[in-house]
Structures are given as C-alpha cells and as structure tokens.
C-alpha cells in the first residue's frame, strides 16, 4: 500500500513505523505536520490508501480525515484522552499502560479504535519507556490496524464511555518539594519529565530543568543540599535519601537563544561550589544501587561493559572513560567482552550538545571524533577475546560504527540503526570506511550513506550490519544476551575464532592499515570542523537548540506512483 506518515517530528517511533511498513514492502513517505497546508499538500502529491500518524502533537485537518482513513496513534489505553498520557501513567504509579491505534476524528482521542496493545511500566523514565515498551505495542498495534485496513473487512468498534480528556501535565504538578518528598516521589516526579519537559526548579540561585533521576544509596544530607558530583552528575539530598541529577536545562530568559541540556556540572559551570567527586568504579558499580554511566559484570569466561549515556550522546570525557574501562575489561580472563547491553540508546556518536555549549566548538569536535576514533580503534584491534556489540536500543552515526566495529553486533528486534552521517552535515569517521564496507559491501554501504533512512534491526540482519536479532521485552534483552554470550564462551569453535582474529587483523592492514583510514576520514571531518561557513554548524545548532523545521526533509522522499522512490542526492545536508 501507499502509505503516509504525518508526524510533528520524525522521531524513534516515526522512524520505527518507517522502517518496519517499508521493510513490509509498503510505499511510504513522511511528512512534518508543519501546518495544514503542508499535511494538504502532501496528501495531494502521494495520493495516499492510507495515513498514519506515529506522534502528532495537532489535529488532523477536517477534510483531510473525512476524505481519507486516518490512523492516530496514541500512547494511553482505550478510552484515554489527552496529551500527557505517559507523564500521568508514570506519575500515577501505573504498572500497566498501553497504546490505542483510533481513526481520526471531530474529537482528539475519542476516533473508532482499530487496534490497541499492552505494555508494562517498569521504573524507568518516560523516554526510556517510550523508545522501549512503548514502541514495541505501539508497532504491535500498527500493523495489525494496517492489515485489517488492508483486508477490507475489518470495521473498527467505536470507544463507549470516553470521558474527557485529562489535562497537560503542567509544571505545577511536577514541582518537587525538597523539605518533604521522599526519595521514590521525587524520582516519580524526575522519571515522569525526563528528557522533556524537565522538572523546574531553583538551584543555586537560577531556575533549571532537571533531567533525568537515579537512586542514590549511600550519600545522605539536609534535603535539598548538593552532596557530591560524579561522571558531570550532581547528586542533591532528599528527605530520607538522595538522587543522582544527570544532566540540567537552565530556564529561558527572555530575548535569549533556546537553552539546551547539558550534563549538570557543565551547565552550573562556576556556579557549583566545591563538592567531592564520588566515582564509583564500573565493577563496584554493578554491585551498588547507586548511578553509574559506565558498569562492568563477569561471569565466568563473559564480561559485560555496559555504559548509558543520556540520549545516547558520548562525549569527549565519556569517550575516555568507557575506553578506559574497556582496556580494563580487557585485562580481565575472559573469553567473550559484551559492550552493551543496556535497554536503551546504545550510541548516537559525539555529543553535539557539549560541542554547541563550548568555547571553541571546532576544537571540541575534534576533540570528541578523535576520542570515539580512539575508542573504536580499541575494539577493532582486540584480538585476544570475542567481543559482542549488544544493541539493546537505538545507534546512530559514529554510535552506530562503534558497534559495526565489533566481532558481532546483536541487537534487540525493537532497535533503530541510523549508520549515516550527511544529516548533520559531516562525513563520517569512527572507521566507518573500512566496518561498513566490510560488512555490508561498498555498493550497499554507499547506499545506506546517500538515502539515510533509519533500518529495523531485521533488515539490518539482511543487509549484514547485524549478526543477530533477539526478539525480546527491553528488560530481558540483558539476560538473554548475557545467556547467549555465554554459550557463545562454552563453545568448541570459540578459540579457533580467535586464533584467527589477528592473522586476519594483519592481512587488512598489509592492503590499507586502520591508519590510513583514520587520517583520510579525519582529514575531511577536519575541514568541515574548522570551516565556519561549512552546514554542519548551523545543522548543529538547529539540532540542539531544537529549532522547528521549516520543510519535511527531502531525503525521506514521496513515492511515486509504482513504488519507487524519488530519493535526494547525497550532497551534505539534505
């Protein structure tokens, strides 16, 4: 079928519908629900059989729904209405939720119902939830309203009992009381905001939008005090506990840019008084109930480095440490390294943030690419163990690389791999020339760079990027990976594998060493760096400062008619 997505941003979710309609063999554009001469627009060049809508935050136009099948997605069970489902589910202490596909209609979220599915609320926070369990009903759901509009037998049943729809989650209501909230209620208020809106609050004199929130086990203090600081983290005192606070957004004045969030310590920059860092090895980290970004596990012949950084985003100082930790790992007896493994992001690459808030942006993304490089360049010429990429969510760019760089990559069904760079206006680096290539063929590898379109984790099965695919729930996918991992260890073949990892590592490098492709990939990410009229900049601060699109991007195409896509050319920054 003809399918369109209509969508206020081409978000996972939207790019996890796109991939799996596509790979399903579907025609299917995209458009930015920028206005509703855009949606109008759109529909009359794709001449769509049918519209879904992975995340809209506006109505449908009227004549757009009474004239085709619109299909909305929305992330609440039946009969919930409104436009903060999830931050009322996590707020209210749900253990259940779910997600309803309803046919657009004169009222939001009171449409006839075409398919709906459950999901789990594990204490997480709401974008972890929503990249995860979220979207797997959320896809679950949208295949099954897709076949049975395909069919066309199926009649959707109409929602009894609707009732009206709950209100904003406002600010107000997220407020945390430090005299007097406890540590689960401050983390309920911390997990329900999370990556957006954040929690506003007062600290140190200004207004912040606190981001994200983990339970500290040890640290304890007036309420409301800052204890300590950890890996650019700020831990600050509850009634009864405290809590780890990653990453800070400062409050907009008025007349001034959008500010962005930035990991704690950077943000409060000389604003933060003398506290003790309290680092936490990664090892020691697996065994606390306290926050770590980087943690390692071993279990017989199988080690496990697994690290989470807030959307995904390393930078230079998270570069150096989880390398650090990695050539630790290494020193350790095993026989299997697993680096992942977490239920979230695996990786996005440099950390586009922390380059925009930096005094010298170019030096600092060079900075960052040469510290990733450094990282990838450990595992590619690790030839003493097997070491397994786990891809439990989403990887993008030179993330993605980093995984690719591994003896395999196993990746959760849910996940999203974006291996292409042009969007944001850069070449690429991180080894890219050699892993893409490697695994899946120079014609395809150029492909996956010119269309830049996000790939299931199947159809990147196929392509060869990835080894294997675990169909699993998002808090299984560690266990199962370290069970595999560990027959993978038991194995007869394991040692012979090995043993060929250098003489193979030796025979690349006599036809074009690691080197060579380092110099020649950094020579033009170089140039683009310190090039102040180059598009990376201002892509760069479009993207963090979330400036609004003003056009649907060209690269994710309109079929025509018959099913081909009409793509961009691959010039930087379509």
């Keep these: 079928m003809r399918i369109l997505l ?5 978000n996972s979710l939207t790019q996890r519908v796109h991939a799996e309609l596509r790979d399903r063999g579907h025609a299917v554009a995209v458009e930015l629900a920028l206005s509703d001469g855009h949606v109008r627009s759109a529909v009359r060049r794709f001449e769509p059989e049918l519209i879904v809508a992975p995340m809209l935050r506006t109505a449908v136009p009227r004549d757009i729904w009474s004239a085709h099948t619109c299909l909305i997605v929305h992330p609440g069970p039946v009969g919930d209405r409104g436009p903060s489902s999830l931050d009322w589910a996590i707020h209210e202490g749900a253990t259940r939720w779910g997600v309803t596909v309803l046919q657009a209609d004169e009222e939001m979220d009171a449409g006839d119902v075409w398919a709906s599915a459950g999901l789990p609320v594990p204490r997480t926070g709401k974008s972890d939830l929503y990249r995860n369990e979220v979207s797997d009903a959320a896809l679950a759901a949208v295949l099954l309203a897709v076949d049975r509009f395909a069919s066309g037998t199926y009649t959707p049943r109409r929602q009894l009992g609707t009732g009206a729809a709950r209100p904003y989650f406002r600010q107000e209501l997220r407020r945390i009381d430090w005299r007097s909230d406890p540590t689960e209620t401050v983390l309920r208020k911390l997990r329900a905001a999370d990556s957006n809106p954040g929690v506003l609050d007062e600290l140190l004199g200004g207004e912040w939008f606190l981001h994200g929130g983990h339970p500290e086990d040890r640290l304890r203090g007036r309420p409301g005090e800052l204890l300590a600081t950890r890996a650019g983290a700020v831990c600050r005192a509850t009634t009864d506990g405290a809590v780890w606070i990653p990453e800070l957004r400062r409050r907009r004045r008025p007349g001034e840019p959008a500010p962005f969030r930035l ?7 000389d604003r933060l008084p003398p506290l003790p860092e309290d680092p936490v090895p990664p090892a020691e980290a697996a065994r606390r109930g306290t926050w770590a970004d980087i943690r390692y596990e071993e279990t017989g012949a199988v080690g496990q480095l697994s690290f989470s950084f807030p ?4 930078s230079t100082t998270q570069c150096g440490r989880l390398l650090e930790a990695y050539r630790a790992a290494c020193s350790r007896p095993t026989t299997v390294l697993v680096l992942g493994g977490g ?5 996005n690459g440099i950390h586009l943030n922390v380059i925009e808030a930096a005094a010298d942006p170019a030096e600092e993304s060079w900075a960052n690419i040469n510290a990733m490089n450094d990282l990838v360049e450990a595992v590619l010429t690790t030839t003493d163990r097997l070491v397994v990429a786990a891809v439990g969510g989403n990887a993008a760019a030179g993330g993605a690389m980093l995984a690719l760089a591994a003896d395999e990559v196993w990746c959760r069904a849910g996940s999203v791999l974006n291996p292409h760079y042009r969007l944001m206006g850069l070449s690429g680096s991180e080894y890219w020339t050699r892993t893409l290539p490697r695994r899946a063929g ?3 590898a150029e492909r996956l760079l010119r269309e830049a379109l996000p790939l299931g984790a199947e159809a990147a099965e196929r392509l060869g990027l990835v080894d294997r695919t675990i169909a699993c729930a998002p808090q299984d996918f560690r266990d199962e ?5 560990a027959h993978m260890a038991s194995s007869a073949a394991v040692q012979a594998r090995i043993a060929r990892k250098k003489p193979s590592l030796e025979r690349e490098e006599a036809v ?3 080197a060579a492709h380092r110099r020649e990939e950094l020579a033009a990410m170089r140039s683009i760096f310190f090039d102040p009229e180059a598009p990376y900049h201002s892509l760069r601060r479009a993207f963090v400062r979330k400036d609004p699109p003003v056009r649907t991007p060209p690269h994710l195409g309109i079929p025509v008619r018959g099913g081909r896509t009409v793509l961009p050319p691959a010039g930087i920054g379509a």
């Design 6 to 10: 209509v969508a206020s941003a081409f």
């Design 263 to 269: 990991p704690a310590v950077v943000a409060l920059g």
């Design 311 to 314: 959307g995904g985003a390393m």
């Design 343 to 347: 239920r979230d992001f695996f990786s």
């Design 442 to 444: 120079p014609e395809t």
């Design 481 to 485: 990976v370290a069970r595999l991992a």
């Design 512 to 514: 074009r060493p690691l």
